[in-house]
């Protein structure tokens, strides 16, 4: 008899809704893709609002597709990653680096998060230090989403955040050049909120999240998952300048405070659930002069589930961490 392996799980917890695509361990191709709608939403910036419900409904779905025990990666919220560039002493090995920062956290190396998770990159080696990319996250929030996936049965093996995920697409597709003259910027655009995250020699740079409170109360979310604005047309446009001004002052402070006016951004790649997405494309090419992508696989994987599809595509060798392994390491 041959028995049928389990299919490997991603999951997106967003805030009323659980997206998730199921992938064939052996082929790697998608074989669902389905999202489990709310009426109540259980996510809010980025904190899981009512885990026992959300338990309660991943143990359903578990039980009805026979996944227990399966390998599963989540794409983490973006509302709790800090990316910057740190010194330390040129003379530290990797492992060393790792027992620096744990010992400066909090001091030298400033952290807003009570537990922090991190990782890092060395970019670049001088006489006396040597650059490194840092990543931070909340270990408080992976903590949460781990021990919810525990919960209802399943086994997390990775997390990622939405960002990486989609740069790891473009990366893919080999769209454009990815020179090391680029500044790829990920612009994901949603009706409540926005995450533009800059990459350079295919590392992030520069990362910024905003969520609109006001937003939330102005859209519908009909029994079809579709968003539908409560306003008026003239209304929508306004709101949708608004984020463009807050897009365009995010252009100028990398380009004069990340990197002090020598580049700035080359290429934008949109991306994100927003109703008509087409037309904010547009928008956005006769608002800024630079080439404007609209970041897409297939019909098969759709827009909405195109980060889930790049944290498929995920190497162990990549930026961003597993979770936690076990209780002390950090990184």
């Known amino acids: 008899m041959i028995f049928k392996k389990k299919p490997i799980l991603f999951f997106e917890f967003l805030e009323r809704r659980i997206r998730y695509i199921a992938v064939d361990s052996q082929s790697h191709s998608i074989i669902e893709k389905e999202e489990i709608l709310f009426d109540t939403e259980i996510v809010y910036e980025g904190k899981i609002m009512n885990p026992s419900l959300v338990v309660n409904r991943l143990k359903a779905l578990v039980a ?14 973006d509302d709790f990653v800090i990316i910057r560039e740190e010194k330390v002493p040129s003379q530290l090995t990797p492992s060393e680096i790792r027992d620096y920062i744990r010992l400066h956290m909090n001091h030298l190396i400033r952290t807003p998060f009570k537990q922090t998770n991190f990782h890092f990159e060395v970019l670049e080696k001088e006489a006396t230090e040597q650059t490194i ?14 021990s919810l996936l525990e919960d209802a049965g399943l086994k997390p093996v990775v997390a990622d955040i939405s960002s990486l995920s989609l740069y790891r697409i473009i990366e893919k597709q ?3 050049g990815l020179d ?7 612009l994901q655009w949603s009706p409540v909120n926005n ?3 800059v990459f350079h020699q295919g590392m992030p740079k520069f990362i910024r999240h905003s969520r609109s409170a006001r937003l939330t109360d102005l859209w519908n979310v009909t029994k079809e998952g579709e968003w539908k604005w409560k306003g008026s047309e003239e209304s929508l446009h306004e709101t949708i300048s608004d984020m463009l001004d807050i897009l365009e ?10 990197m ?3 580049e700035g951004v080359t290429d934008i790649f949109l991306s994100g659930d927003f109703p008509n997405i087409k037309n904010l494309q547009h928008q956005l090419s006769k608002r800024f002069y630079l080439p404007i992508h609209e970041l897409g696989i297939s019909e098969e994987v759709g827009a909405a589930f195109l980060p889930l599809y790049g944290l498929s595509l995920k190497e162990k060798k990549n930026v961003v961490q597993a979770l936690k392994k076990g209780k002390g390491e950090k990184d």
């Open 180 to 186: 090391e003259e680029k500044h790829v910027l990920v």
């Open 260 to 262: 002090d006016g020598k």
């Open 64 to 77: 009805e597709k026979k996944w227990k025990n399966s390998r599963t990666s989540i794409l983490l919220p």
């Open 195 to 197: 995450c533009m995250s």
């Open 174 to 176: 080999q769209e454009i």
């Open 249 to 258: 002052r995010f252009l100028e402070f990398y380009r004069y405070s990340v």
């Open 133 to 146: 990319l840092l990543m931070l996250y909340s270990n408080e929030v992976i903590m949460q989403y781990e």
